[in-house]
């Protein structure tokens, strides 16, 4: 049974560029999270959604940042302008209703010069 | 705001002792909590769950929990070199689906 998946697994882009990450999540999961790791803020909630729908998007950190679920198994995560602050490693989640476990993707490492 | 605490580390122990982790957290009314471990460029993967104080021990690892206190912890036997990584605390608060990891305590077992 195939996890999370993620693309790009590496992005290396320029400042003012936009910048699109995208995750499928585990089918029949219904809630999908979107989070951000760098070494000086640790794992960073930035929006979740739930049946496709976005609940909480209280941690995306400005206006640069957007995401977009149009089907139960495909979101988007997306930086427009980026900025060398935005660099860190987006790794979305998933989990079934009901249940507390989150299963991660692998990531996607984001730099941006 | 709630908070989740952990000392960044690193704890180094020799293999096979014991590695015990801690975390704190602010939200009394907390419900669940989960220790993920994160092998250096991957992904968190739960390893444990506890929901009720004391005790809950799944081979190896033994999670902790006292409400009355506010912490949780992670108990590992018999370390090996194989469990170096660093272990994320994430506390569930009482009304919300959506748990607050903690920064992590990076864990190294030296042979």
């Known amino acids: 049974d195939a996890g999370v998946i993620q693309s790009p697994r590496h992005e290396v882009t320029e400042m003012g560029q936009e910048v699109t990450l995208r995750c499928k999540p585990i089918s029949g999961h219904d809630y999908l999270f979107w989070y951000r790791q760098t070494m000086m803020r640790g794992l960073e909630l930035l929006i979740y959604f739930n049946n496709n729908v976005p609940i909480d998007d209280s941690g995306m950190p400005e206006d640069r940042f957007s995401a977009k679920m149009p089907n139960a198994s495909f979101s988007t995560l997306k930086i427009q302008p980026s900025e060398p602050r935005d660099s860190a490693v987006y790794f979305c989640a998933s989990s079934a209703s009901g249940g507390e476990t989150q299963y991660f993707g692998p990531g996607t490492r984001l730099l941006v010069l | 705001q709630k908070e989740v605490e952990q000392n960044s580390g690193p704890l180094s122990v020799p293999e096979g002792a014991i590695a015990s982790l801690n975390c704190t957290y602010s939200d009394r009314g907390s419900q669940s909590f989960f220790w993920y471990r994160q092998y250096s460029g991957k992904s968190p993967e739960l390893i444990m769950f506890i929901y009720s104080n004391g005790d809950k021990e799944d081979g190896r690892f033994t999670a902790q929990l006292n409400k009355a206190s506010q912490y949780v912890s992670l108990l590992i036997r018999d370390s090996q070199p194989s469990d170096s990584a660093t272990y994320l605390c994430?506390?569930?608060?009482?009304?919300?689906?959506?748990?607050?990891f903690g920064r992590g305590t990076s864990l190294i077992v030296h042979p």
């Open positions: 994430a506390v569930r608060p009482g009304g919300s689906y959506i748990p607050t």
